[in-house]
T-cell receptor
Framework: DADVTQTPRNRITKTGKRIMLECSQT?????MYWYRQDPGLGLRLIYY???????NKGEISDGYSVSRQAQAKFSLSLESAIPNQTALYFC???????????????FGEGSRLTVL | RKEVEQDPGPFNVPEGATVAFNCTYS??????FFWYRQDCRKEPKLLMS???SGNEDGRFTAQLNRASQYISLLIRDSKLSDSATYLC???????????FGTGTRLQVFP
């Protein structure tokens, strides 16, 4: 089983619908992230959480919300999906290397979302 | 100017060739640097960290040039299995945020 699991893996929906992408991890990491990837734009950070009570906006948080239900679970919601939110979404976790003040990111397999 | 810039490629090289990618970053305060590899339709995975003194892992060598604000990745004796997109990642010490480049695509042919 994967250490970082995302559901659903693929989803097609219509404009205006509410969508939730879920992420769970078995690595025991405190830090969790949501990224989206678009061709030519690379990976962009939507939201991140350093522990259950800590939620932070990334560079492109508008139109998204998150919930950190437990250390192992971090979900991303699109309250009213729009076509330009069509993208590949990745959840990731990391531990903290205090030497570098960051840590290796472990990604889920991705959730491909299409908004018609 | 983007915080992290990479040549998107593709770099098409024959098996056995040596190939190098550069990545420039704009924030002189950046402290940590990494190369990630992403196969087509897969998730990114850490390839190697980049240390100030440079580091080598088998056929892969990473270098950091702080004065010119770029990092490089050198792949020797390319294999077909090296075909992938290579993502440059930079972080600032005081923000904990990882900034990804758009990636450089490598295609190794027989």
């Amino acid at each position: 089983d994967a250490d970082v699991t995302q559901t659903p893996r693929n989803r097609i929906t219509k404009t205006g619908k509410r969508i939730m992408l879920e992420c769970s991890q078995t690595k025991g990491h405190d830090r969790m992230y949501w990224y989206r990837q678009d061709p030519g734009l690379g990976l962009r950070l939507i939201y991140y959480s350093f522990d259950v009570k800590d939620i932070n906006k990334g560079e492109i948080s508008d139109g998204y919300s998150v919930s950190r239900q437990a250390q192992a679970k971090f979900s991303l919601s699109l309250e009213s999906a729009i076509p330009n939110q069509t993208a590949l979404y990745f959840c990731a976790t990391s531990d903290l290397d205090r030497t570098t003040n960051t840590g290796e990111l472990f990604f889920g397999e991705g959730s491909r979302l299409t908004v018609l | 100017r983007k915080e992290v810039e990479q040549d998107p490629g593709p770099f098409n090289v024959p098996e056995g060739a040596t190939v190098a990618f550069n990545c420039t970053y704009s924030n002189s305060a950046s402290q940590s640097f990494f190369w990630y590899r992403q196969d087509c339709r897969k998730e990114p995975k850490l390839l190697m960290s980049v240390y100030s003194s440079g580091n080598e892992d088998g056929r892969f060598t990473a270098q950091l040039n702080r004065a010119s604000q770029y990092i490089s990745l050198l792949i020797r004796d390319s294999k077909l299995s090296d075909s992938a997109t290579y993502l440059c990642v930079v972080t600032s010490h005081n923000t904990d945020k990882l900034i990804f480049g758009t990636g450089t695509r490598l295609q190794v042919f027989p």
